[in-house]
């Protein structure tokens, strides 16, 4: 379990930056934040029973909500918001009842990823006590191994509870991004992988962190937008750019085209993207960018919108979501569609 821990870790959040070799403070345990209790709704930042960020419809009358929705959930884990800059005075993990971090997560992920599946999905969002940020960076295995286990418990107990509190039998996706694909990735081998909860598996999204191919036994990458019961994975970069330990870490990694849906490295144009997202949540982007499997990564054009001339990074991580938006969107419901035509009810 530990070296499947680190094979997911080690493909590093922060991939194009080095490593921060000097001293840290240790892993105080005295620090640590009050665990969530999930019987609460506060400890949710999205669920179905309160109203959130994850509710919300981008654009004016371009995307909808089936009514009713399909008996189908998402449980979806959130990547780093924990990311203010460290001092020996604050703990490594996140507060889960710290309001000013918390609408952070909410007006950012949840917000612009988690609100991705609401047409046809009840969202789940736990919040957690994420590792900070620079955990990835640093070069304390130790205080990763802890950091980064102590906020897997939170989502292991929080998945545990929505299984036997909210789920029902029904059929459920897993979705991600980032720190949250590491915590997913873990989910998929103690719960769901070779167990009876594969069965309910429509798909996981495990966005935002480079996986291996083989990285599961039994669950399958995702080979068509229809396939069911498989997992599905990118990391987006501009095109002709390789980042750091490109052949180490992103090479061996699945690549997944959301405009294609394939493994394949066939080219897909901007008019198959049906909407993109960008700061402006209430505005909707069309044919915004194209994208193709390349050796592990995704390459993208550089897209152009009002201020696309100052974002000099080629590396699009923090929208692997956002760009996709329309099309993860359609994505979702056609899984959702495949999977009940199986008789998958």
Not at 16 to 32: M, R
Not at 89 to 115: C, H, M
């Amino acid at each position: 379990m530990r070296l499947l821990f680190y094979l997911i870790t080690l493909s590093v959040i922060l991939s194009s930056c080095s490593k921060k070799i000097h001293s840290y403070p240790p892993y105080d345990s005295g620090k640590i934040p009050a665990a969530p209790d999930y019987i609460s709704l506060d400890c949710w930042a999205a669920h179905p029973e309160k109203e959130d960020e994850a509710d919300r419809l981008p654009g004016k009358n371009y995307f909808s909500k089936a009514d009713p929705l399909p008996d189908v959930d998402v449980f979806f884990v959130h990547p780093t918001i924990y990311t203010k800059e460290h001092n020996p005075n604050w703990p490594w993990q996140g507060d889960v009842f710290n309001v000013e971090l918390n609408e952070k997560v909410d007006n950012s992920t949840i917000r612009y990823q988690a609100s991705v599946f609401n047409g046809s999905t009840h969202v789940y969002a736990p919040r957690y006590r994420q590792a900070h940020l620079e955990v990835f960076t640093i070069d304390n295995t130790a205080l990763k191994d802890q950091a980064l286990q102590l906020a897997y418990e939170d989502v292991k107990q929080a998945f545990e509870f929505y299984i036997k509190q909210y789920n029902h039998g029904r059929p459920f996706i897993l979705a991600s991004h980032s720190q949250g694909t590491v915590h997913a990735a873990r989910l998929v081998k103690d719960y769901i992988e070779n167990k009876p909860l594969a069965n309910q598996l429509v798909a996981a999204y495990l966005v935002g962190i480079a996986l291996k191919t083989d990285l599961f036994e039994a669950l399958k990458p995702c080979s068509s937008a229809t396939e069911t019961g498989c997992w599905i994975s990118w990391n987006t970069y501009e095109r002709n750019y390789y980042p750091p330990k490109h052949q180490e870490i992103f090479a061996p990694a699945l690549s997944t085209n959301p405009l294609t849906w394939s493994l394949d490295t066939v080219y897909g144009p901007s008019n198959l993207n049906t909407g993109s997202i960008l700061r402006n949540f209430d505005k909707v982007y069309t044919n915004l960018c194209d994208a193709q499997n390349h050796q592990g990564l995704l390459w993208i054009t550089k897209p152009k919108f009002f201020g696309s001339a100052f974002y000099r990074s080629k590396r699009y991580h923090i929208a692997d979501y956002n760009l996709f938006y329309g099309n993860i969107r359609q994505n979702v419901s056609d899984r959702i569609a495949a999977f009940k035509s199986k008789g998958n009810d």
